[in-house]
């Protein structure tokens, strides 16, 4: 009975090429990782609510509720039409506007008001606030809030 062993020798200062793969497989869940909390999760958690407040994320109700919301408008085609439709049906929503919109349509933002819906602020230009300073993020939402 004969046995076959294959080994393949290690080299000085190598890995064997599992292993090597392994820790490299390792490394880039940990790279991946640390980039999901410094972008994602750290921001939502610590300097959001440092800048602009906790965000409501649910409410304690008996009663069955969906909160509806549209985003991005006030859009001189697609809202009306959204408006039209809420009212034939009784429904109440939040429209979360962008400041350059409702300078350029005042028209429109002043309808949702006047029909009763909740107004929320979606920044001055839509730009990723991820990618903006503390100031910039500050200066989009103030703004914003002027028109509110």
């Not at 959001?48 to 906790?54: K, N, T």
């Amino acid at each position: 009975m004969f046995i076959r062993i294959h080994a393949r020798p290690v080299l000085a200062g190598r890995l064997p090429r599992n292993r090597a793969k392994r820790l490299g497989t390792l490394l880039l869940l940990v790279l991946c990782l640390s980039c999901l909390w410094s972008n994602v999760v750290w921001p939502r958690r610590y300097v959001v609510p440092g800048l602009f407040g906790q965000a409501v994320f649910s409410v304690q109700t008996t009663a069955p509720l969906v909160a509806l919301t549209f985003d991005d408008g006030p859009n001189p085609l697609y809202t009306p039409q959204i408006l039209d439709i809420l009212a034939a049906h009784g429904v109440k929503a939040t429209f979360f506007m962008v400041g350059q919109a409702m300078a350029s349509y005042p028209e429109v933002a002043a309808q949702v008001i006047r029909q009763g819906h909740e107004v929320g602020n979606h920044s001055w230009s839509h730009h990723s606030l991820n990618r903006l300073g503390p100031a910039a993020i500050r200066r989009e939402i103030t703004t914003t809030d002027v028109l509110i």
